[in-house]
């Protein structure tokens, strides 16, 4: 074989200098750079993900969200100002920060909402937060159908919904069957057991088994669903998911020095529980599944799933409401301003 040696700088501009040998030269296409291009473009354009908390009134929601926010996930860019106590959530609110690690920007929005449970009658309950998110949904159809679209859409929708169960030790309730059922049709839902420091051990593990049988009993689709496992490897990380869903949960706004390091934790007579601490419950491992390890799953199911189906029943709803409309008025009349369909 003929061996022949280039220098690639000198033929194509812009490259950097590299020397491609003899048979590689015909073979050689560069297909893997177009990971480091992918990966530029990325960080460039940053990221948006959104978590959403529900639950019952005083489960610790807002606590959990300064928690996420003083955690590890945030604690090196942002120092938020969260000295103040607490107080009942009244209204739906979200807090933004961008978060950067090595060039990736995150920007993180936790939606707190308000919790429920504490009406008389708690019928509907679930309806300002399905409203919710099916708006968000909307405004992303909505410039998605613009003909002078964004390049960027600004992203709302929520990608993952944290819901609160009570440590009752039980069961699961009527009304968080009730809530979640509709929930899991229209965005993923990862459960979580709120105020874990109130169950040993033993009755942590048998309530997280007697969820697990509950939700399956009621056909609640909760997040990572079986259905969109993309190949063997992803069944076999979330399988070990799904075996220890529900995470036990223990939520804190204050930081306490252990052997002369500062932790977030709960400080009570008998200790302190460590929330960081795998040892002494699953904040880390829901912190890890939703930032670390499923961050862009989740934003994939949010935008091939839930955002796809709602995008199908809105345009078809249009579309009979087109063929009403004798003379045809403009496609999308009730989607779209007039502005957009010109
Ligand atoms: N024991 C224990 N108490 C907690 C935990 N998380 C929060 N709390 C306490 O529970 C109370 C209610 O917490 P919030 O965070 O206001 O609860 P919430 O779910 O936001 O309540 P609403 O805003 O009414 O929906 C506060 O006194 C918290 O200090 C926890 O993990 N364990
Ligand atoms: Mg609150």
């Known amino acids: 074989m003929v061996e022949v040696t280039m220098e690639v700088s000198e033929r194509v501009p812009g490259l950097t200098a590299g020397v491609i040998r003899g048979a590689d030269l015909f073979g050689y296409v560069g297909i893997e750079a177009v990971l480091d291009q992918m990966r530029r ?3 460039k354009a940053g990221f948006e993900f959104n978590i959403m908390v529900v639950g019952q009134s005083g489960l610790g929601k807002s606590t959990l969200v300064n928690t996420l926010f003083k955690s590890k996930v945030s604690r090196k860019s942002c120092t938020p100002n969260y000295e103040e ?30 919790g429920f449970g504490d009406q008389i009658n ?5 309806e300002p ?3 919710y998110v099916n708006e968000q949904y909307e405004k992303y159809l909505k410039e998605e159908l613009h003909v002078n679209r964004k390049r960027r859409i600004p992203d709302t929708r929520v ?10 030790g039980h069961w699961l309730r009527p009304i968080d069957i009730e809530f979640m059922k509709r929930l899991g049709k229209i965005v993923s839902i990862v459960p979580v057991i709120a105020k874990a420091d109130t169950l040993t051990i033993e009755e942590r593990l048998e309530f997280k088994q007697r969820i697990r049988q509950d939700l399956a009993a009621n056909g ?9 496992d993309e190949d063997a490897e992803d069944r076999i990380v979330n399988d070990r998911i799904r075996e220890s869903i529900p995470f036990a949960v223990v939520g804190t706004d204050k930081e306490h020095q252990v052997n002369g390091n500062k932790v977030l934790g709960r400080k009570t007579k008998w200790g302190i ?12 491992n829901l912190r890890d599944l939703l930032i670390r390890s499923h961050l862009q799953d989740l934003k994939d199911v949010t935008h091939n799933i839930h955002y796809e189906t709602y995008r199908v029943r809105r345009l078809n709803e249009s579309n009979m409401n087109f063929k009403l409309h004798v003379g045809g008025n403009p496609l999308f009349l009730n989607l779209l301003d007039t502005e957009a369909t010109v």
Request: aromatic share 8%; hydrophobic share 40%; with cysteine.
């Open 273 to 284: 529980i460590e929330v960081e601490n795998a040892a002494h419950c699953e904040f880390a």
């Open 41 to 43: 473009k990325t960080m």
């Open 159 to 168: 990608h993952c919904c944290i819901y609160f169960l009570p440590a009752t």
């Open 85 to 114: 106590k607490i107080s009942k959530t009244v209204k739906l609110q979200s807090v933004s920060h961008v978060i950067e690690e090595k060039g990736v920007k995150m920007k993180l929005t936790v939606i707190d909402t308000p």
């Open 122 to 126: 708690n019928e509907n309950c679930w």
């Open 129 to 131: 937060i399905v409203k």
């Open 220 to 228: 609640i689709r909760v997040y990572p669903q079986k259905e969109y």
